[in-house]
């Protein structure tokens, strides 16, 4: 059941990216900006239930790269909007579109992970299950 869960996550997270894409190619930016914060929330907490079993497999460096880039990507958001620079130019408008289009490297990047770690459960499940046979 939990295994069916993950795989619905993976499918709706695949969809709202494509959604993602296109919204930025069409050029709705409020809607994208909107679509992209919830995403990233949703994606969050998909890696933060899904952290345990990364850790517990041979992607561990991928979680583990996931949450460094998600951490720096905050880091830079917030060191941002704590400047003046948004201020007074139009680089600051630039600066601050940066972590959000970085964004969406980090969530392509967690999306494939957590691909390869379902393929790497199921198989692993099916091994178990050929093997108790």
């Known amino acids: 059941m939990i295994m069916l869960l993950k795989k619905i996550d993976?499918?709706?997270?695949?969809?709202?990216?494509?959604?993602?894409?296109?919204?930025?190619i069409a050029g709705h930016q409020i809607n994208f900006t909107d679509l992209l914060i919830i995403y990233v929330w949703w994606q969050f907490a998909s890696a933060a239930l899904n952290t345990w079993s990364f850790l517990k497999s041979p992607y561990s460096k991928k979680i583990k790269i996931y949450w460094i880039l998600t951490a720096s990507d905050l880091f830079i958001l917030f060191g941002i909007i704590n400047t003046e620079i948004l201020n007074y130019s139009y680089a600051g408008e630039i600066i601050s579109f940066t972590p959000l289009y970085g964004t969406l490297g980090i969530a392509a990047w967690y999306w494939y992970s957590y691909l390869k770690l379902l393929r790497y459960t199921d198989y692993k499940n099916e091994i178990t299950g050929i093997i108790k046979s």
């Open 10 to 24: 993976l499918v709706l997270q695949a969809i709202a990216y494509g959604f993602l894409i296109a919204f930025l």
